[in-house]
């Protein structure tokens, strides 16, 4: 039985066509469960470090999978023949990191129909208005329990751009009834009032004002019925 957490589950969950880019790999426990699951026929497996790729190589091996993925030394897409690619995951990064993984020009065939399935471990937030910025839209967005809670999204390039609001980029697409949103959510918040107490510490009311109305929206947002 291949390890794969329900963080990676979810993730694969939200993927649908054959040929699946995975970035930023590691063990590769992802790709082993697509091609052993039959939810992949392929799966382009990619790291920036050779450390990872040599830990995927054992999966690949112990699994029995090895001829279904192909393991690429590189830096986001700059290795990757994007021909008949259906999918891309990026899973168990900063959202800044992936941010400027789909920012980059290699980046550009996701814009034809690709499926991409995004998992940030921090910063969703300023992952979610790069994309919808940049006219992706996020169709799907669930808060799954691991280790803590994580936020899966799935988006595809619409061309469509926009412009979130503070509210919208913290709580995306998520669902407001799931009670692990509240919690996801709950760590959001947390955040933001710590970040708001050192404002205020150091001498800043007006940022941490702002800080203290977003923290008033996020609780409308989650809470629709006490407004
Ligand atoms: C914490 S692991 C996540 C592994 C797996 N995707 C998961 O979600 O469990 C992050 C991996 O991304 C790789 N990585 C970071 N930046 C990358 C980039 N620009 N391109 C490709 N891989 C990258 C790191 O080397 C590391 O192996």
New binding site residues.
């Given amino acids: 039985m291949i390890p794969i957490s329900p ?2 589950l979810c993730c694969a969950s939200l993927l649908k066509g054959d040929v699946i880019c ?6 590769a ?2 790709p082993a469960y697509l091609v052993q699951s039959g939810k992949a026929k392929q799966v382009i497996a ?4 050779q450390g ?1 790729l040599d830990s995927a190589k054992g999966t690949l091996k112990r699994y029995h999978v090895e001829q279904d993925i192909r393991l690429v030394l ?3 897409f700059d290795k990757v023949n994007p021909k008949g690619v259906t999918d891309v995951v990026i ?3 900063g959202g800044e ?1 992936i941010r400027d ?1 789909l920012a980059a020009p290699k980046a550009e065939f996701i814009k034809k129909g690709v499926n991409l399935v995004l ?1 940030p471990m921090t910063k969703a937030e300023i992952l979610r208005p790069w994309l919808a910025e940049h006219g992706f839209a996020i169709s799907k967005e669930i808060a799954v329990k691991d280790t803590h809670v994580y936020t899966v999204m799935q988006a595809s390039y619409t061309g469509k751009a926009e412009q979130l609001t503070p509210v919208q980029c913290y709580c995306g697409k998520l669902r407001r009834a799931d009670p692990l949103t509240k919690i996801y959510m709950a760590g959001v918040q947390e955040r933001l009032h710590t970040k708001a107490a050192g404002l205020r510490e150091a001498g800043d009311d007006t940022a941490a004002d702002e800080i203290r109305a977003l923290l008033n929206e996020i609780n409308l947002w989650l809470n629709p019925n006490r407004g």
């Fill in positions: 963080r990676l995975d970035i930023g790999t590691d063990h426990y992802l990619t790291d920036v470090k990872p590189s830096d986001g899973a168990g990064m990191t993984i998992q």
